[in-house]
């Protein structure tokens, strides 16, 4: 089994920053992906970025790209994920996920067997 644990989320104005920590336990974490997505009220839930397992490759989506950036320690057993330039769309409770077999470029929820509980990212306008 694998628990991840989400913190970092809260409340920031437009054009802010906050870098969202997910932590894992109870399995090997470095060999395996892992992505963060989001769910905003009344929508789907959407992709947001993936990292190999070695963290040399990463993966986002176009809303996230040159704003957002997905990093790992597998000494620590964490994934990032740096959000700035925020804005108020980026609204969302965002996920950690863990894929034990797809590859870094999946941005597919299904493809993600592990996830974690969320962390609330609201942006004042």
């Known amino acids: 089994q694998v628990q991840l644990v989400e913190s970092g989320g809260g409340l920031v104005q437009t054009g802010g920053s906050l870098r969202l920590s997910c932590a894992a336990s109870?399995?090997?974490?470095?060999?395996?992906?892992m992505g963060w997505f989001r769910q905003a009220p009344e929508k789907e839930r959407e992709f947001v970025a993936a990292?190999?397992?070695?963290?040399?490759?990463?993966y986002y989506a176009d809303s996230a790209k040159g704003r957002f950036t997905i990093s790992r320690d597998n000494a620590k057993n964490t994934v990032y994920l740096q959000m700035n330039s925020l804005k108020p769309e980026d609204t969302a409770v965002y996920y950690c996920a863990l894929s034990s077999w797809a590859s870094y470029s999946s941005d597919v929820p299904g493809h993600y067997n592990y996830w974690g509980q969320g962390t609330q990212v609201t942006v004042s306008s």
């Open positions: 990292i190999s397992w070695s963290g040399g490759r990463a």
């Open positions: 109870g399995r090997t974490f470095s060999t395996y992906t």
